[in-house]
């Protein structure tokens, strides 16, 4: 692998790293692949003294199939006929210049260029010091160091016997798939000038097995140790019980480690280490070790779940997890509240009328289902068909004496549940849509997919003047494609709402802290301090002999006493269990195309509505309550510019996104992102004056439960760029950005015990607002080149600036098409490319026959050919693609006779007929045409070519007025005849 560096003589140094070998080395037995791949995070340079430091620190993601244990980067001395891959005398480094690319390597000769630990800058004294928190240059026991082989290096050698250890990783293994950080110190003496301090250096370093020959803690592990029962703990799904950790103090001062409650989403395994307020605190003296306790709640699937949480001494974190086997629980269910009516898929047909505007429902007379409902009940139901397509989900406000007709509010879930976990994710296909609901705007191909693919969009937009083109200086036209892959769609939803008595909270809380906690509270007391439905879980967790829950209440309750009487009411909603967390987003891959083209001089603001996408409703149960979930996706592109002159702009893009939003009332009041983009881009220009365009492809994903509460996600991607053609150049300014948002819609649930309820505002946040590429540079104007095709076996020629779509090109054997460049210089080398059918392209001559069967006819196809100057075939703006959109049509042969309308002859003479015969399709042997004639009495003496047509010699054996008929059928079936008539007299 190979790290570059450059602005080395600067404050603004830079670093890139690639992998460039096929093998790596070891320090055991094995080999290690060359299976990593790597990201500079940061660069980081100062000055002190006449040296000057630079500090990088890479992710590296390692690939393999094997663990690698007691992993190092290894620099590494190689040599080498090649100078660019022989390093500098037993360094690791090479192409060390100067800015103005003269040799530096002087500098690695003399040791003033040399490798160290990173260093951070003390203000005070002026100086360098090493980072105990980086990465360690530790000297290496080598013993049976396998050296790599690499094409065109003679040998490989460990430089000065050290490397980067890395730490940090589970017992020091790095497994498949693991990521981890290095931080590489370079140090540059003697600094001077720009002038004459080296700019760019690059070194050789592997990754090998081994270990140091002296191992040291880093950061925080300097101070505290973690061991106890991090990963020994089983239980049932959904249950709760608890364990210690050990942490120890490894300094001879107190020490006071602080544990934020770690984040928890659907799904996951719940955590609550000291307490279970949101941070727990303890001092640990001098050299001691604190036992902390921990519990922790299986989550409803069974597995084994790992949770990551922080411990902190002061601005240092040290990362830990715990691990937890659940295994499945039968007891698990759903609890409704007793206010909650079920309208069952059996009773359905009771309910008349539901009118979600005006609030209102009416039953049928007698209805056996409305004869329970009070009012305050609240009525849900899987989603019915032409009535209530989302399902019911409302609380009854009032209700007719006869139980027929109801007037009701929207429910909330608070007033659904007790307690509620909904776990939906679903890959749609594209059966799954309900195209009913769904709409395609005017102009837009709705297809379904194939494989990944859930759909193909495409369309074909005017933008201004007409698609005609009738007035041909003032049209511009739009058209595209939208392939959207199956998506993932998750819902996740979940709710703890109990219903508690009617006591004195503070007092308890009191009670539990000041007399030695957990110990003397009653069942009633409990509950104020823990969520009614987890109380169970308690009870039976401290009766399987998990102590440490009884510590962790104990702990919760001094805290919370600790907090004192005015900050008591400021956690009673927690400590009532009353919390809603929720997890929702769209995994969402889309490729798209754009292409403009046109002339004109106006500006564009245009949204092209793709469509809306609904998909069908999603029932779930939770316990005996159906809840209904609904996704739906949004699809357009936003066009905004100018243009002014006669312009064809071509981009295309694909993007994979992961787009929502996590929410836990436990945890934060602010919701959190969830967000992972990766694009790609490639675009073209024709272009003779001026263009502006922002253009961005969007997509909007929402999902709600009952149709009400949900999340929304937006991602925006596309180019901006502004073109100016001046004389024979083109001034080209551009960027490709991509932004996104997400977040809720506003969302209250009431909990009639709490007296404020617990409200979700309407929350959008930024998920990302990057631009991927720019450019500002001035180039010679594209290319321009048109597109010969035959028709009715004539030459014609394309019109539009990149994309003709003619209705009919002849059908033959080989089918010919030429590309000409306009105004082509002389002596100038122009690289020629086919595809038909976005098939790949092949690199051949400015014409291009292409061999069709005869089952291709009627059918339609795409060619495109590209030319580009020099034999770059990515020089996107010295090139010029034309694409042609036909169908194959076959003209039947046409007989053009050469000889008089009518011909005599005598009988028992040769008579002589001849014709020219024409096929757009194909040539005419004369061999394969049919003569005949109508006479009773006749006899073919011959046939053949003559003059580039066709004859035949007949003899007749009567007199009289006879038809003599040529009839020729081409390779596809298709026939023509005709005739000359014939006088024949007897001599």
């Not at 000297?139 to 790599?148: I, K, M, N, S």
């Not at 609901?437 to 759909?455: H, K, N, V």
């Not at 399987?544 to 919760?556: E, M, P, Q």
Request: glycine share 8%; aromatic share 8%; net charge negative.
């Amino acid at each position: 692998m190979r790290l570059d560096f450059q602005n080395l003589n600067g404050n603004q140094a830079a670093a890139q790293a690639q992998v460039l070998g096929a093998r790596l080395g070891s320090q055991g037995l094995t080999d290690v692949p060359t299976t990593l791949a790597a990201r500079v995070l940061s660069v980081n340079t100062f000055t002190y003294s006449t040296k000057r430091h630079v500090r990088t620190t890479v992710e590296f993601t390692y690939n393999g199939a094997t663990p690698v244990t007691g992993p190092v980067l290894l620099p590494i001395d190689t040599s080498s006929a090649d100078p660019a891959k022989d390093t500098i005398g037993t360094s690791p480094f090479i192409n060390v210049l100067y800015f103005d690319k003269s040799d530096a390597r002087q500098k690695v000769l003399d040791n003033k260029l040399r490798l160290t630990r990173g260093k951070t800058f003390d203000a005070a004294s002026q100086m360098a010091t090493d980072d105990l928190d980086a990465t360690p240059l530790l000297a290496q026991d080598l013993t049976g160091f396998t050296a790599p082989t690499f094409d065109g290096i003679d040998t490989v050698a460990p430089y000065n016997t050290s490397g980067y250890q890395v730490a940090g990783l589970p017992n020091n293994t790095l497994n498949p798939g693991d990521k981890f950080t290095v931080t590489i110190g370079l140090d540059v003496d003697d600094v001077g000038t720009p002038a004459t301090d080296p700019f760019y250096a690059s070194m050789f370093y592997v990754l090998a097995a081994g270990a140091p020959a002296v191992q040291e803690a880093q950061g925080i592990d300097r101070i505290i140790g973690v061991s106890g029962d991090l990963n020994s703990l089983e239980l049932n799904t959904t249950d709760m019980g608890g364990a210690d950790l050990l942490i120890q103090n490894k300094t001879g001062s107190p020490v006071t480690v602080s544990i934020p409650a770690p984040a928890t989403g659907l799904g996951q395994l719940k955590v609550n280490v000291g307490s279970v307020l949101d941070t727990y605190t303890e001092t640990i003296p001098a050299n001691a070790t604190a036992t902390i306790p921990y519990m922790a709640e299986c989550p409803t699937t069974a597995d084994t779940y790992t949770q990551d949480f922080d411990i902190r001494v002061g601005t240092q974190v040290k990362k830990t997890s715990i691990t937890v086997v659940c295994t499945t629980d039968a007891d698990t269910e759903t609890e409704a509240l007793d206010t909650t009516k079920v309208l069952t898929p059996q009773d359905e047909n009771q309910l008349l009328a539901y009118d979600e505007e005006e609030m209102t429902a009416t039953f049928i007379a007698g209805s056996s289902f409305a004869s329970t409902l009070l009012e305050g009940d609240v009525v849900v139901s899987d989603p019915i068909p032409n009535i209530a397509p989302e399902g019911l989900a409302f609380k009854i406000e009032t209700i007719s004496a006869d139980k027929t007709t109801v007037t009701f509010s929207p429910a909330d879930l608070g007033e659904m549940f007790e307690e509620a976990d909904v776990n939906n994710e679903v890959t749609p296909n594209f059966e799954d849509i309900d195209l009913k609901s769904s709409t395609f705007m005017p102009g837009i191909t709705a297809s379904a997919g194939t494989g990944d693919t859930l759909l193909n969009l495409s369309f074909d937009q005017v933008l201004i003047g007409d698609k005609l083109k009738k007035d041909p200086e003032n049209y511009l036209v739009a058209n595209g494609k939208l392939v959207v892959n199956k998506p993932k769609l998750v819902f996740k939803a979940q709710l703890n709402a109990p219903v508690v008595g009617s006591f004195n909270v503070d007092e308890a809380l009191t009670i539990g802290g000041l007399n030695d906690g957990m110990t003397v509270l009653s069942d009633e007391q409990m509950e104020a301090l823990f969520f009614r439905s987890g109380l169970n879980k308690i009870k039976n967790a401290a009766k399987k002999g998990f102590n440490s829950v009884t510590k962790l209440v104990d702990n919760s309750a001094r805290q919370v006493v600790s907090l004192g009487k005015g900050a008591i009411s400021a956690v009673k909603n927690l400590s009532q269990g009353v919390s809603f967390n929720s997890e929702l987003y769209g995994q969402f891959t889309e490729q798209a195309s754009l292409r403009i083209e046109g002339k004109a001089n106006s500006k564009i603001t245009k949204k092209i509505m793709i469509g809306n996408v609904k998909f069908k409703p999603i029932s779930l149960m939770l316990g005996p309550i159906p809840v209904t979930v609904t996704h739906e996706l949004n699809i357009y592109i936003d066009l905004n510019g100018e243009v002014s002159g006669e312009v064809l702009y071509n981009v295309e893009q694909s993007f994979d996104y992961k787009a929502g939003i996590s929410y836990d009332s436990r945890r934060s009041p602010k919701v959190q992102k969830i967000n992972e983009v990766k694009s790609t881009f490639t675009q073209e220009f024709q272009l003779y004056g001026n263009f502006d365009l922002d253009a961005k492809a969007v997509a909007e994903y929402e999902a709600k439960l009952f149709g009400t509460f949900g999340a929304f996600a937006n991602a925006k991607i596309g180019p901006k760029v502004s073109a100016r053609a001046q004389g024979g150049v083109l001034n080209l300014n551009g960027e490709i950005c991509a932004n996104g948002d997400a977040g809720t819609r506003e969302f209250e649930f009431k909990i009639p015990v709490v007296n404020t309820p617990i409200k979700l505002d309407g929350t959008n946040i930024n998920l990302f607002g990057t631009c991927f590429a720019k450019q500002n540079r001035t180039v010679a104007l594209p290319l321009a080149a048109n597109m010969e095709y035959r028709v009715d076996g004539e030459t014609k020629t394309t019109t539009g600036i990149t994309f003709d779509t003619v209705a009919e090109v002849d059908y033959g054997p080989a089918v010919p098409f030429k590309l000409n460049v306009e105004n082509p210089k002389d002596n100038q080398t122009y690289l020629y490319q086919w595809n038909l059918d976005s098939q790949a392209n092949e690199t051949g001559d400015a014409e291009r026959k292409i061999k069709f069967t005869a089952s291709e006819i009627g059918k339609e196809h795409t060619l495109t050919g590209m030319v580009s100057v020099g034999t770059d075939p990515d020089n996107t703006l010295q090139k010029a693609t034309k694409k042609l959109t036909f169908k194959l049509k076959n003209s039947a042969p046409v007989i053009e006779f050469t000889t008089a309308d009518q011909v005599e002859g005598y009988v028992g003479n040769e008579l002589t007929v001849a014709a020219n015969f024409k096929d757009n399709n194909q040539e005419i042997n004369c061999g394969t045409v049919r003569w005949s004639s109508d006479s009773p009495s006749y006899t073919i003496t011959g046939q053949g070519m003559e003059n580039g047509g066709c004859f035949v010699k007949l003899k007749f054996n009567q007199a009289g007025n006879h038809k003599i008929y040529a009839q020729v059928t081409d390779e596809v079936g298709v026939t023509t005849s005709a005739f000359r008539t014939s006088n024949i007299i007897l001599d």
